[in-house]
Antibody, heavy 118, light 107 residues
């Protein structure tokens, strides 16, 4: 069945970078974009950006411009999200989601908890 | 950038009651308004897309309506498993925005 499986939890120091992966199963990877969404503890959902798995085009939320890079590896049906210059307020659950455009984010990964602590 | 405001922040209801959740956009963008449900410790789940279309497997008690800047998610008769947080989301100019969420709790 359609499934997105994310990499495991990460603990990073302030100023470091983290790279989260998201592997797709059960559908043609290049037929859907991938969006990344994060959720700080006890807070709401925050969209970070999306990447076209077909063209490689990207669109990032202004808040993350210059600090985030989204990539894909079509040979392994995997999307990656790298966030640099981590701060304590980047502690959050990071989700990837299959982006069906007008059809919504219709399949979500299980989430990757990123903790930033000195 | 479109800002989505959800109200109320918390809705206290009993099983069997009707829930009406509001999502208001700061400007008229598109009808690509989507609703998600999130339970504690779980990833969000797609409920409604394009304002009024139920996603695959979503029960008929969930319905969406609205256009322009005002959208509504209605749960006709709350089941125990419906107590959760609900988020609206809109897509405009290739950007996505989420509302702050409405928590539906047991009264």
């Amino acid at each position: 069945q359609v499934q997105l499986v994310q990499s495991g939890a990460e603990v990073k120091k302030p100023g470091a970078s983290v790279k989260v992966s998201c592997k797709a199963f059960g559908y043609t990877f290049t037929s859907y974009n991938i969006s990344w969404v994060r959720q700080a503890p006890g807070q709401g959902l925050e969209w970070m950006g999306w990447i076209s798995t077909y063209h490689g085009d990207r669109k990032y939320a202004q808040k993350f411009q210059g600090r985030v890079t989204m990539t894909t590896d079509t040979s392994t049906s995997t999307a990656h999200m790298e966030l640099r210059s981590l701060r304590s307020d980047d502690k959050a659950m990071y989700y990837c989601a299959r982006d069906g455009h007008t059809y919504g984010l219709d399949c979500w990964g299980q989430g990757t908890l990123v903790t930033v602590s000195s | 950038e479109i800002v989505l405001t959800q109200s109320p922040a918390t809705l206290s209801l009993s099983p069997g009651e009707r829930a009406t959740l509001s999502c208001r956009a700061s400007q008229s963008g598109s009808s690509y308004l989507t609703w998600y449900q999130q339970k504690p410790g779980q990833a969000p789940r797609l409920l409604i897309y394009d304002a009024s279309n139920r996603a695959t497997g979503i029960p008929a008690r969930f319905s969406g309506s609205g256009s322009g800047t005002d959208f509504t998610l209605t749960i006709s008769s709350l089941e125990p498993e419906d107590f959760a947080v609900y988020y609206c989301q809109q897509r405009s100019n290739w950007l996505l925005t989420f509302g702050g969420g409405t928590k539906v709790e047991i009264k």
